[in-house]
């Protein structure tokens, strides 16, 4: 069964900790991106990957950071240096890195800073 | 300034009922245009993809718009279900920013029985 996960489903946060996101996929996708969803604007880009062992900076990567070690995982952390955390974080995949190219999302992870 | 502007912000229509959403885009120059169906709390699910030639794409009850002179989209719902109760998010990607997207806010539609 191919797709993308991501864990976990809701995560609670204090202030002044760092915490990992998992995004995994079966697909065989060389790109990967990461988003942040707020309510009432459209999803945001803060990291991609266009192939294992490469990444680079979206429009919001202050706060967050990223590793491509594997193909079919791309972890995000969430840093305390990001001041409003507190979001729905989307992964997803497209089998290679271009707009032509439908990107493919996982289920989220809803983050909560307590 | 958000690039892409959808309207409405939502909309509340019977079960049965058709529905139309509305998509503005100032982003230039143009490569494609996606709508995606958003259930509450799960990940966007692709409902269809425009490149700038074409001016309308179905996937069964959903069909697209696309003007690209006045850069203008639109998603008809026809025969509305509850299970279409959901965001639909409009995204154009740019063919000078190669991979990256611009998503809408998206319209939230609630269908009543």
């Known amino acids: 069964d191919g797709g993308i996960t991501q864990s976990p489903k809701y995560l609670f946060r204090k202030e002044g900790q760092n915490v990992t996101l998992s995004c995994e996929q079966n697909?065989?996708?060389?790109?990967m991106y990461w988003y942040r969803q707020d309510p009432g604007q459209g999803l945001r880009l803060i990291y991609y990957?266009?192939?294992?062992?490469d990444f680079q900076k979206g429009d919001i990567a202050e706060g967050y950071s990223v590793s491509r070690e594997k193909k079919e995982s791309f972890p995000l952390t969430v840093t305390s240096a990001q001041k409003n955390p507190t979001a729905f974080y989307l992964c997803?995949?497209?089998?290679?890195w271009g707009t032509g190219n439908e990107q493919f999302f996982g289920p989220g992870t809803r983050l909560t800073v307590l | 300034k958000n690039q892409v502007e959808q309207s409405p912000q939502s909309l509340i229509i019977l079960e049965g009922k058709n529905c139309t959403l509305q998509c503005n885009y100032t982003v230039s120059p143009f490569s494609n245009l996606r709508w995606y169906k958003q259930d509450t709390g799960r990940g966007p699910v692709s409902l269809t993809i425009m490149t700038f030639s074409e001016n309308t794409k179905s996937n069964g009850r959903y069909t697209a718009t696309l003007d690209a002179d006045t850069k203008q989209s639109s998603l008809h719902i026809t025969a509305s279900q509850l299970s279409d109760s959901a965001s639909y998010i409009c995204v154009v990607s740019l063919t000078d920013s190669w991979g990256k997207l611009q998503f809408g806010a998206g319209t939230q539609v609630v269908v009543t029985p």
């Open positions: 997803a995949s497209s089998i290679v």
């Open positions: 697909l065989n996708h060389d790109a």
């Open positions: 990957s266009q192939i294992v062992n």
